[in-house]
Structures are given as C-alpha cells and as structure tokens.
C-alpha cells in the first residue's frame, strides 16, 4: 500500500476563488492509501516545495499528488521535488485543478466537487505507481534551418559561430527573404541591401554552415536530439558546380511574359533566372513552368549561350537524409491577398499598390530603377494615399484579427522617403492608431508629421475610384473632425497585413509543433519560453511565430540560437523513462502496434517463449525505448491488450477512469 | 427543377416588371416558380434591434410554408431577399429568437431554419447556370454595354447574405455576358443608391444617385440593370440624367425571346 500526501495548491486566488480548497483536503483525506493532505497559497514557491519535502520525510510517503496548474507548468518543478525528498520523481502525480477546473469554471460548489474528482482520479493512479529510472540518448550535434531569411540567416549565423554545424533550407533559389525585396530599413533608414547581403555571403562562406537553396523538408522522423529528416532538392536544371552567375542565359531566355516575383510582379523575369544580382548562390533555376524547352523540347537557347554548360534539362530532384539534434523554424511571412478587398481597387487599377511593391518601386534595382513613377503611365505621381490596417486588425471574415506591428512603421517611412526625396509629393496616411513602440520609433513617426509635413488623417477610407482624369478618388472619413473627406491621388498604397508563410501548416506537422488560429507557430510559454515550440528541440525565430520587425527577428533568431547551442552543448539527453512494452504472452505478432508507431521505435523477433508449460517460438514486438516517446498510439492500436505504457498502464488509465466515475 | 416563389408587395405593385418577366423566364428555362399562398410583406426592413420579433413573424411564415412543400424559397425584390436571408439566418443560429418566433407562431412544427434561401440571380447562377442560359438565349442583346447596378441589399453582409464578393461582385456581370451583352465594370456598382432616404432628404438621394449614374456612364455604360424596385425607382425619379434602367429579368426575356 502507497502512502500517499495531497498538495492543494490555492494558485493565490487563480485557483483558491473558484474551488474551495479547504474542502478539497477534507474530501481527499480518506481516500485510499492518503495519508496526509495540505493546501498552501502557493505550491510551487520554495515555502510550498519545503512544505512537500518536509511532510515526504515526516510521514515516510511513498508518492505525492499535487493538486495544482497543468503538468506542462510545473511537473518537472514537482518531480524535482520529489527528488530532493528522496522520492523517486515518477512518484509525482499532478492534479490539474486550474486550467481543467477553476479557469474554466465559474460556480464554486460545481468546481469544488469536480476539483475531488480530479483529485481523486490522480491518487487512484498514484496508487498503481511503480518508481522508474529515465535513461539517456546521445544528442547529434548539428542544427537544421528551415528559412533563409533574415530569421534564419541570424539564427544559422549564431548556432555556427558557436561552433556547431548548421544546414539551412529555403525553398525558394536563393537566401534572403523578404527582407532583401526591401529599399530601406527604418528606423536608421540604412539600405537593407547593404545590411543584408554582408550576412547571405556570411552565411554562404562560414565553414560550418551549408546551404540547401530551392530546397524543401520532406520529412522529420525522430525526435529531439536525434531528428531524421529528409531533405528535397529540386531540380534547378542548372549545375550549381558549373554555373558562374553571368546571367547571360537569362538575358537571351526568350520566354518572358511571366511575372518577376522579386519585384512583385510589376516587371518580367526570362523562364532561366536569378532572382537579383546579389542572390545566393548566384547560380539560375529554369522555371520548368514557363520554360519553352520543357513545354515544346524546342528552344535550348540557354544551353547554347552557356559558356560554362552548365545547363542540364536532364537533371533530377536530389534526396538528401541528415541527423539533427534540433531545428530552427524559420518560415516567414507573406503579404495577405488584398484582392478581397476591392473597394480599393486594387484589381482594377495599377496605381493601387501594396507597400511591399512600393518598396520595389522605390528601390534603385526595381521595375522603375528606384524613380516614383505612376505604374498606369510612368508618370511622375504629384499626391499619394497610404492606407494602413487593410486585412488588419479587423473582424470580417477577409481580415486577420491580429495588428501586424510592422505597417505603421514602414509606412512613416514611405512617407518620409518620398518627402525627401520629392517634396512637390503631398503625402497622406489614413491609419486607425499610430503605433510606434520601439526604440528610436515614435520619434522617427514624429519626424515624418513635423519635419517633412506628411499629412497623417485619423479614419478609414471606405472607397477609391478612377476619375475621368484617370487620377484617383479617395472617399475616407477624418474622425477627428468628424467629416467625410474626399482627396484626389495619383497613387494609393495599401499597408497590407502579413500572414504567415502558406508552407508553415505541412511543416508545423511534420514536425508536429503546434500553430495558432492564424497559422502562427505556438510557442512553449507566450513570456518565459518565446523562442521554443512546445515539442522538444524544436525552436521558433522570426515572424512565422508572429508579426515582427528586423530588430525583433534577430534578436528572437539570436534567442533561438543560444537555445539550440544550448541543447547541442550536451552530450547526453535525459530520456523519458515512459515508454512502451510488450507482454510477450500476449503478443500475437499482427504488427498493429509498428503500423501506428509514428517513431520507427517497434521491431519484430522471433523468440522462443513459455506459454504455461508450452514452448513455441513466436514473432513478437520488441520496443526500442531510445526511440519510443511514449505517445502511447500502440497501447490502444493493440487489439489483444499486449501493449502497455511504463507510468501510464493500462491498468492505472482504468483506475483513474474508475476513481472518476465513481 | 421547383421552387417556392416569394414575390412580395412591390413586385405586385409599382415593380410588376420585375415580377411578369421573371415568370416568363423562368417558365423558358424550365423552372417551375410556385407563388406561396397567402404570403405576407416581409417586414421590408431588416429590423436591426437585438430582441425584435414582430417584424420577423411574416418573413418565418414564408420560410415555413416553403419547408413544409420541402422546396427552396426563390426571392426576386433585393429587399425582400435581404430580409427573408437574414430572419432564415437569425433562426438558424441564435436560439432566443426561434424560440421566441416558434412560440408566438405555434406551428405545427417548429421552424429552425430549415429552408434554403435563393435569389432567383442565384437559382440562374448555381441551378440553371449560365451556360446553359447561353445556350438558350434566342435573341443575344449583342453590343449592348451594361452597367450592373448591384445596390447594398444583396451583398452585405456578406457573411450572412453569401450571394458574391461584397467589393467585387461578378454574378450580375457573368449574367450579362450570358444574355450576349457586355458588361460594365464600375466603381459605384456596389454602393448604397440613396432610395431609403427619398422622402427624408430628396437631395441626398439624389446626390447619391447621381454618382452612381455618373460613375457608370463613365466606364461606357449604354444602359442598366438592377434587381431592386427601389433602386430603380431611385435612379430613375431621382438621379439627373438616368441612362435606361431596366430589371434583369426584362432583358432575361427579351434574350430568352419571351418579351
């Protein structure tokens, strides 16, 4: 028989408000095998865990129930505890009385009693523990980048300075994201090229990185210090090792009417292409959809003009298989499809535009070599309209719900650019609220209404038209004056929202890392654990996790950096003792258990067992506990009940069933 | 293919074109409309107030009586269709309301939403389709240039009325191409036309109306179409200038060669 204390824990009033503590250790002390029971303010504080330790060594217990938040918060605190005590920590069960109970609950005699119930269910189990003995797994020292923005550019950077190696992935042909489709950066206005690009050749020259470019992750097997992952390299239909970059074959490529995504399709690229002249590698992909060759088996003018013969039409996707003790997500963000939002007319008209093609407009190597020009007739725009928060922050069914942080202040920038540059411009910025936090922000937003007279109007714009002048109307409403204004522009920029990247979801599962309503990975704790995904080595950098600005995103990616060194720093993990194991006399080898095991971690014998009395050789399931992550899929998957979990038996899932419904 | 028909007040009075056209149509393309008997006003404004019933208790009459001959409910006047898609919504979702509406009506059976609401733009568009009104169309309206004039009864909200894109609409417009005609994409195609506002301030509505119209004959429009009576009547009484406004369904028939 266990002796067995209960913890009541009043979570100051997060618990104690809702659920009546007091009678929670009134109920619980006659429960079989309870011997004592306590509630305190709070459990998890050095008093409580004394509080623990002290009734452990004082009534000789041999397993604890801690009634408190979920075991996600605190059941390694409460294991060390335990520990400290003498007591074996898988004596440890927790109660999660908060999160299941009293957050959710409002009426206190209805907590209280589901509060026992829970309680009880966790002593009934207690009751069945048995101490066990975590093992260790050896941790692959090398790190995985999914991203080769400036997220995972930083975070690769990081990781490989510290002296480990690092494989980024991204899948588009060269490093660099959104952030090198950028003019300049506020609030220093520094060029983002000339930022940027130091840090792709960095990355591209560091001997401990390596770059896997227009590639993609196929699959993660594995788990944290031990990720297998297949990686695909598609087929470029360029031989990377020949190519010099000379761009010749994309200047002859005859097939040119497909949109340049570098430059947000406002010009063409040739069907052979390198994304801009700083890419990394600095090597052409042949877009096989556009490709005159791959449509007809004609052309192969690019193979002609290749002095290097680096064209290959034959070329194949590569698999590449590599182990990685953790993984940096890095995924970014893109720009939310404004055409939902035509009262804008942004379909109709080309001088409606998203701020991120402006940025290309603006930028000395877009469609316009970096002069402001109409995109109807390439004429000089003498007013422009910026409007903020189109798909943010809204409540329709075409808005995201959420402020994408970053709008506001590269708007001012526009804003500020095009002043300085053309102050015969009259700039005007419709927003619902300016919001600079940051350093140097606020200052930089109030430079732009102070010194460079942009006019900054408080309201939203409900509709903009084409005039017969072929200029712009602007239908908003100013409400800080109460009145509808109507302004006539030749340009209208939209400060469209960001979303996450649409790969994220099939990444987010091969990993299973968890993701938000809006696509945005989940991480571990919203304050104290930022940079981690709740699964094990998996690490979050940049605004895949949510919306964020340069200086944001490389300190996040240099966040998640240090986790990883610090999770490739060790030589050896701590492996969780709960893992699978087969009753050979129950097994009838139908391999249900191995179909359903997500980890590879179930293999077959043939071994000779004694079956009351009666030896035969039988195939049987044997369970590699180095693999086995104690998901518990194959206990329920076996249909003659052969499979068990250590610390969740079949038998202690029925007894906390039992306990519950009693 | 056989519907419920709602036609409503207007379409028995000053819209009766909207209403005989449509019929005629319909009866071409092989839809059977069957007139709801003794059918009642809809209650011609959506009632906005959270707790309101009384105004909603003819437009479930309606619904009900469609779902008691198991067909969907074919409106054609926008406002009608904007109050009768709504009140269905509102007793398929919030629960207060039907069972306030269920226990005033006593029906013989409780009604919770049951029947599918259908303009008869949509019944063209996802029943009949417009390809096979291509198909049938006798007398194409060939070089016609045609301004859809949408309103606001039809497209918002759009969560709840889900008839088209509330800032890019394209049904009306794939209807004019069906009939032959061209169609003409206009800014103020999906903009309120200021009817509801004709006996309160007659220069608002007509200020209002006079962009629309202006917006339209900007882009090139020869003519116009709509599906609301007081639209029309707005446009028409009270815009300077109108361009020809007809109801969708004359230029239906005039294509199906049943004018």
């Known amino acids: ?662 | 293919m056989t519907y419920s028909y709602f036609p409503g007040c207007t379409l028995k009075t000053k819209g009766k074109d909207l209403d005989s056209y449509g019929r005629k149509a319909a009866e071409k393309l092989g839809v059977v409309l069957e007139e709801l008997e003794d059918w009642q006003c809809c209650g011609a404004v959506y009632p906005l107030a959270e707790d309101e019933i009384a105004t909603k208790l003819s437009s479930v009459r309606a619904l009900a009586a469609a779902k008691a001959k198991e067909q969907p409910l074919i409106t054609l006047c926008s406002a009608c269709h904007h109050v009768i898609k709504r009140v269905n919504n509102d007793m398929k979702t919030k629960e207060d309301i039907a069972l306030r509406v269920n226990n005033y009506l006593k029906l013989d059976e409780a009604y919770n939403g049951e029947t599918d609401v259908l303009h008869y733009l949509e019944m063209l568009r996802d029943k009949v389709g417009f390809d096979n009104i291509k198909k049938m169309v006798v007398n194409p309206l060939k070089g016609r240039k045609i301004a859809a004039y949408y309103g606001c009864m039809l497209l918002r909200p759009s969560k709840e009325m889900q008839f088209d894109d509330s800032e890019n609409p394209t049904i009306m417009e794939d209807f004019i191409r069906a009939i032959g005609a061209e169609p003409v994409i206009y800014a103020f195609r999906n903009e309120c036309c200021g009817g509801y506002m004709t006996v309160n301030d007659k220069a608002l509505a007509s200020k209002m109306a006079n962009k629309v119209i202006a917006s339209a004959k900007q882009m090139g429009a020869e003519e116009m179409i709509t599906a609301c009576p007081l639209c029309l009547y707005n446009l028409k009484e009270n815009g300077e200038d109108c361009l020809p406004i007809y109801y969708f369904t004359e230029l239906l028939a005039e294509a199906l060669g049943v004018k």
Not at chain 1, 1 to 15: D, E, H, L, T
Not at chain 1, 474 to 493: K, P
Not at chain 1, 585 to 593: E, F, I, Q, V
Request: hydrophobic share 40%.
């Open chain 1, 1 to 662: 028989m266990q002796r067995i204390g209960v913890f009541v824990c009043w979570c100051g009033s997060n618990i104690a408000a809702t659920v009546d503590v007091d009678a929670v250790v009134e109920a619980v002390k006659n429960e079989p095998g309870v011997c004592f029971a306590k509630n305190y303010q709070y459990m998890c504080s050095e008093a409580g865990q004394a509080l623990i330790k002290d009734a452990i060594k004082e009534h000789n217990l041999t397993g604890i129930v801690v009634c408190s938040c979920s075991p996600r918060m605190h059941e390694a605190t409460f294991r060390k505890t335990a520990e400290q005590a003498g007591l074996n920590p898988y004596m440890v069960e927790i109660a999660n009385i908060r999160e299941h109970c009293s957050w959710i609950h409002k009426d206190m005699k209805e907590a209280t009693e589901k509060a026992v119930i829970l309680a009880r269910a966790a002593i009934a189990k207690v009751n069945l523990n048995a101490p066990l003995q975590a093992g260790e797994s050896a941790v692959t020292k090398r790190a995985l980048v999914i991203g080769g923005g400036i997220a995972g550019l930083q975070s690769a950077i990081d990781i490989a300075d510290a002296g480990y190696p690092v494989d980024i992935v991204e899948k588009s042909p060269t490093i660099g994201g959104k952030m090198a489709q950028l003019d300049k950066t506020f609030p220093t206005l520094d060029c983002a090229a000339c930022i940027l690009t130091p840090k792709m050749v960095e990355a591209a020259q560091h001997p401990n990185i390596t770059l896997y470019t227009y590639s993609e992750v196929e699959e993660v097997k594995g788990f944290v210090g031990n990720f297998n992952v297949k990686i695909k390299k598609k087929a470029r239909f360029v031989d990377s090792t020949k190519c010099t970059g000379c761009a010749v074959c994309t200047a002859k490529c005859p097939s040119r009417k497909g949109g340049n995504e570098f430059n947000c399709n406002l010009d063409t690229r040739g069907a052979v292409y390198i994304p801009f002249a700083q890419a990394v590698p600095n090597v052409a992909t042949i877009d096989t959809e556009r490709c005159i060759h791959f449509k007809t088996g004609k052309c192969g003018i690019c193979q002609k003009v290749c002095s290097a013969g680096a064209i290959d039409f034959e070329q194949k996707d590569e698999f590449i298989e590599e182990k990685y003790g953790a993984i940096v997500v890095a995924t970014g963000f893109e720009i939310l499809d404004v055409t939902k939002f035509d009262e804008f007319q942004y379909t109709k008209h080309p001088d409606v535009v998203t701020s991120l093609e402006l940025e290309r407009i603006m930028n000395a190597a877009g469609p316009t070599k970096g002069t402001l020009l109409r995109m109807s007739n390439k004429e000089h725009p003498h007013d422009i309209v910026f409007i903020q928060c189109v798909g943010s922050r809204g409540n329709t069914c075409r808005d995201k719900t959420y402020c994408s942080k970053i709008c506001c202040m590269y708007t001012a920038k526009h804003a500020m650019l095009i002043r300085e540059k053309y102050p015969d411009v009259n700039v005007h910025v419709f927003y619902i609220d300016v919001r600079t936090p940051g350093k140097n922000f606020d200052e930089f937003y109030r430079r732009a209404v102070e010194q460079y007279n942009v006019d900054y109007i408080k309201g939203m714009v409900g509709k903009v038209w084409e005039k017969e002048n072929g200029r712009l109307a602007v239908q908003g409403v100013d409400l800080i004056s109460n009145r509808r204004i109507m302004l006539e522009t030749d340009m209208v920029v939209l400060a469209a929202a960001i979303q996450p990247s649409k790969g994220v979801r099939n990444i987010a599962t091969m990993l299973t890392a968890s993701i938000d309503t809006n696509d945005f990975l989940t991480e571990a704790h919203p304050k104290l654990r930022p940079v981690e995904s709740p699964t094990a080595g998996v690490f979050l950098s940049g605004v895949c996790q949510g919306p964020k600005d340069i200086p944001e995103t490389v300190s996040q990616a240099g966040a998640a950096a240090v986790k990883v060194v610090g999770l490739l720093a060790k030589d050896k993990l701590v492996t969780n003792p709960c893992t699978a194991t087969p009753n050979e006399l129950m097994c009838n080898g139908c391999s249900s258990c191995a179909r359903v095991c997500p980890y590879g971690a179930i293999d077959y014998v043939e071994k000779e067992v004694n079956d009351h009395g009666k030896r035969e050789v039988r195939r049987l399931a044997t369970v590699n506990s180095a693999l086995c992550q104690g998901c518990g899929a194959c206990t329920v998957a076996c249909p003659s009940g052969a499979m068990d979990l250590k610390g969740f038996s079949n038998r202690q899932i029925m007894a906390e069933v039992d306990a519950i419904c009693r």
